[in-house]
């Protein structure tokens, strides 16, 4: 119960297209859910978060939209640029432990140029 | 603000060895969770410490230990390694007032290889 899932592995995009990731969980306690990015050898860097109160957060070209009903997560990238190119993970927590993120598997995307 | 840091970066160990690990949060936060991140198991939280108290522990066995000190920096401390403990770990900083704009900072992380 908790897990969170995440889809896809991999992810190949045109530049100036969009880019999908999904997620889904099943702990209905979750009421954190950030998005990380990293890139290699690096640390994960927060890119943007959501509470299930919303259904969706955009910031900048980077957007969450968020089905409570259905258990499930998603990040849209707009406008994707070879720059994206990294590794993200969705995560989920509980407002009782912030401090321990369960994370879904990652999804490399590379985007062409 | 300095960022999470962690030393050292990169560290060579042998099996059946023990290891320290360091962590200094971002000036302020009181929380210190350490992960782990594998290729194949992603990224898995270890532990988390606040005000020196350990706050919350993950599935791992307990050859995998920390502690937090008075100024909030933390180490962990993994015993007996095994050629499976080979991994990044990664520590990450929050306020810890379990509030609704708590988040958690990553370090750049420790690579550990185990021979």
């Known amino acids: 119960q908790q897990q969170v899932k995440q889809s896809p592995q991999s992810l190949i995009v045109q530049k100036g297209g969009i880019s999908i990731i999904n997620c889904a969980y099943e702990n209905t306690a979750f009421d954190y859910f950030p998005w990380y990015q990293q890139f290699p050898g690096k640390g994960p860097a927060l890119l943007i978060a959501?509470?299930?109160?919303?259904s969706e957060k955009k910031e900048g070209r980077f957007t969450i939209s968020f089905n409570k009903s259905a258990k499930q997560f998603s990040l849209h990238i707009m406008d994707s640029q070879p720059g994206d190119s990294a590794t993200y993970f969705c995560?989920?927590?509980?407002?009782?432990?912030?401090?321990?993120?369960?994370f879904g598997q990652g999804t490399t995307l590379q985007v062409k140029p | 603000k300095a960022g999470v840091t962690q030393t050292p970066r990169y560290l060579i160990k042998t099996r059946g060895q023990q290891v320290t690990l360091s962590c200094s949060p971002i000036?302020?936060?009181?929380?210190v969770s350490w992960y782990q991140q594998t290729p194949g198991q992603g990224l898995q939280f270890l532990f988390e410490?606040?005000?020196?108290?350990?706050?919350n522990k993950g599935n791992f066995p307990g050859r995998f230990s920390g502690r937090q000190f008075s100024n909030s920096r933390s180490e962990m401390n993994v015993s007996t390694l095994e050629l499976g403990d080979s991994a990044l770990y990664l520590c990450a900083s929050a306020s810890g007032e379990h509030s609704l704009t708590d988040t958690q900072y990553f370090g750049p992380g420790t690579r550990l290889t185990v021979l």
């Open positions: 959501i509470r299930p109160d919303v």
């Open positions: 410490y606040f005000s020196e108290t350990q706050r």
């Open positions: 000036s302020g936060h009181r929380s």
């Open positions: 995560a989920a927590s509980t407002r009782s432990n912030t401090g321990k993120l369960i």
